[in-house]
Structures are given as C-alpha cells and as structure tokens.
C-alpha cells in the first residue's frame, strides 16, 4: 500500500519539487491531451518552503536576479529554499555566477512551469541546441523518439541522446540512438521514423552500441561527448572509437 514519490534536486539543494508516480502519469496524459507531446520529464510541484523560478536562457547572473517567464515558457530553473548550500569553498567566480541574488540558486537545468504549477525538466543548459530558428532543448526530442520506438516494433533501442552538431547559431540536431548493432549511421527505416517522431528537422540519425555517462553519476547521458562522437562520424572518422573509448574510462572510475 506505499505511495511511490520520487524528488527533484540537487547537491546544493534536495528536495526542490516531488511527485507521484500517479502523479506522473496524469501530468504527462494532461500534455499530451493538450496535444503538444510530452515537454519533458515532469518532476512534480515545488515543496513546501521550496520556491522554483524559469528564466530567460542565458540571462546574466551578474546582473542580479532575473525576470521570471510566464507559465509554457523554456528557460532555466532556479530554486529559493532554507535548505540551499552556503556556496562553493573558495570558488568566488563560480559562486557569483551561481548566486544571482535574493537568496536564488542556479541549477544549470533547463524547463518549464506548467499552468498547474508542475515543474517539467527538458535537460541541461548546456546541453541546448542552438539551432537557426531557436533553441531546442533536448530531453522533449529524447522522450518522443522513445515513446515512438517502443512501440512499433522495428528496432530495439535503448537510450536516446539528442544533441547539436555544428557551430552554435546554425547547430543541427542529430538523434543518437543505443542498439546492439554496429554503431554508424542508422538505416533508413530506422531515420524516417525517428524524424516523424521528433516532427522538426533533424540532420541525421546515428547508431551506438553504448552512451558515454555523466563521471560524477555513472548514469546520465554525457551528452557533449555523444556530440562531439557524432560529430566527428558525420565529418567521416570511423565511429567505433571515440564513444566507446570514453565509455571505458568512464567504468573504471
């Protein structure tokens, strides 16, 4: 008879918002009810004490605090609680750009706020692509090219890593999906339907056998490392190589 919740947060401030698996499941029937996808990973209403503020991407911290965006609006996340760190030991530029003021914290992720005050996370800000026409964050396109795969059948997958190819303005959005076959570019089938899912332009589709992680975690997608992977197969470097090589160095830590 447990109630399964699972928190949002951070070292320097845990919790910040928390929800029900139920929970998920309603928030993420509501999106897609209202017929734009699933924005993200939905991480709940803020906890008590817990006040959760989306910013303008790329807003100056040195500046001061800034103007929050209205409810559907992308942007970064930050929170105001009790339980927020003192700071960082020493590192008085990091610190500054952390602290923009009021008691506010940075949390380097970027989402969105929903019209019922649930706080949807669609990856980290520096993980954005920046394309032409604006910029892309990438956990939305992750979550539509899993939902769409799981279902029809023609090709088991795992993760999925959405990142940016190319120089920052004009970045093109490259899907990289896991599967147990030699990594490179994926086969047509496999392309068509992916760029059906995501339903905005993506450059190309690739094949790994494995993601590189996150050092600290061992778990999160290194998304600058299947980026820079991608990057260097589509310019015609053999791409077995450098992710899997990252991959193992990542294990032995």
């Known amino acids: 008879a447990a109630d399964i919740h699972t928190p949002y947060g951070m070292t320097e401030a845990l919790p910040v918002a928390d929800i029900t698996l139920t929970g998920i499941g309603a928030a993420e029937a509501d999106a897609a009810g209202r017929g734009s996808g699933v924005p993200g990973v939905c991480v709940g209403r803020p906890v008590r004490g817990s006040d959760v503020r989306v910013a303008a991407l790329g807003f100056d911290a040195i500046a001061g605090v800034p103007i ?73 396109v992750e979550r539509a090219v899993e939902r769409s795969l799981a279902g029809d059948g023609l ?24 599967a147990s076959v030699p990594p490179g570019l994926a086969p047509s089938g496999l392309t068509r339907a992916v760029r059906e899912a995501v339903g905005r332009p993506v450059a190309a589709v690739l094949r790994t056998t494995t993601m590189p992680v996150d050092i600290r975690h061992n778990a999160k997608i290194d998304r600058a490392e299947v980026a820079a992977w991608a990057s260097a197969v589509l310019a015609g470097e053999a791409p ?12 032995r830590n």
């Open 68 to 140: 929050p965006l209205d409810p559907g609006q992308t942007g970064e996340i930050l929170v105001r609680a009790p339980w927020v760190s003192e700071g960082y030991l020493g590192r008085w530029q990091a610190q500054r750009l952390a602290r923009p003021g009021a008691g506010w914290h940075r949390t380097g992720d970027v989402g969105r706020l929903d019209a019922s005050g649930r706080l949807w996370i669609e990856g980290r800000s520096v993980h954005v692509i920046d394309t032409v026409d604006g910029p892309v964050t990438p956990v939305p």
């Open 240 to 251: 077995r190589r450098r992710l899997v090589d990252r991959v193992r160095r990542v294990g």
């Open 155 to 178: 090709v088991t997958v795992g993760r999925v890593a959405a990142v940016g190819v190319g120089p920052a303005g004009c970045q093109q959005i490259v899907v990289v999906v896991e």
